[in-house]
């Protein structure tokens, strides 16, 4: 089917699935194209292979799934499910926030093609709905007009996606450059300790000393400032 009729048929939720004539369903096949992105990377994912995972003709799929476009927004919000908070928010604001902030990196850690995929292409589906009003809902006790929760909602999750895509990139470099955190230390360490010897970095010469601070305190902690600056500016701190 042609990518123009896609497109006019409107985003892959709106149409509803084909009723299965057998084990083969669109969860199923969402469901395989997510062990393989978490496996082997976003690239690895096509029809043709997903069809070859669940053992199916790979033509069989497309009376579930259009097109790989969709296939991808369907693992996309399928993802974004896992970021939502099951249950009630802390009742502060702040607190609120930094429980769905957490969710977002625990999701991209488990699938840091997520970052790859959202930066491709537009996704807004169910979940990722589901998770902007859940968003929104933490900030319903400020009074605050609607730009301004938005405003305060767009800090935090640049925030977030700064530093997970930071973290993923770092995560996925070993599986893209065929080698181990620690072969790339080894490799490494002579390299800029020569560098740092030289004397021209000495604001960088403690970390070859001491190391660099975990990524779980920088999220902490940096979340922690940026809330408590924005708490500031509100009036709130």
Do not use: C
């Not at 084909?18 to 994912?45: F, M, N, Q, W, Y």
């Amino acid at each position: 089917m042609g990518e123009s009729t896609e497109r006019a048929r409107g985003p892959v939720w709106a149409r509803d699935a084909a009723k299965p004539r057998s084990a083969l369903t669109r969860e199923a096949i969402v469901t395989a194209g997510l062990a393989i992105a978490d496996a082997e990377g976003l690239d690895a994912v096509s029809i043709r292979r997903v069809a070859a995972e669940l053992g199916a003709r790979t033509m069989s799929l497309y009376t579930h799934i259009g097109s790989k476009e969709d296939l991808l927004d369907l693992m996309a919000d399928e993802a974004a499910a896992e970021v939502l908070v099951p249950g009630e928010l802390p009742g502060d604001w702040r607190e609120a926030l930094t429980v769905i902030a957490r969710r977002e990196r625990e999701a991209v850690r488990r699938h840091p093609w997520m970052i790859e995929l959202v930066s491709r292409r537009s996704v807004v589906g169910p979940n990722m709905l589901r998770h902007v009003e859940q968003t929104m809902s933490a900030l319903s006790g400020l009074d605050l007009p609607i730009e301004g929760k938005f405003h305060v909602i767009a800090a935090v999750n640049d925030y977030s996606s700064g530093f997970v895509l930071r973290e993923a990139r770092e995560r996925m470099a070993p599986r893209r450059d065929g080698w181990t955190d620690a072969e790339r230390d080894a490799f490494m360490r002579p390299y800029l300790q020569r560098l740092i010897d030289t004397g021209e970095f000495p604001n960088l010469a403690p970390l070859m000393k001491d190391g660099i601070p975990s990524t779980d305190d920088n999220f902490e902690r940096g979340l922690r400032w940026l809330l408590d600056g924005i708490a500031r500016d509100l009036g709130r701190g």
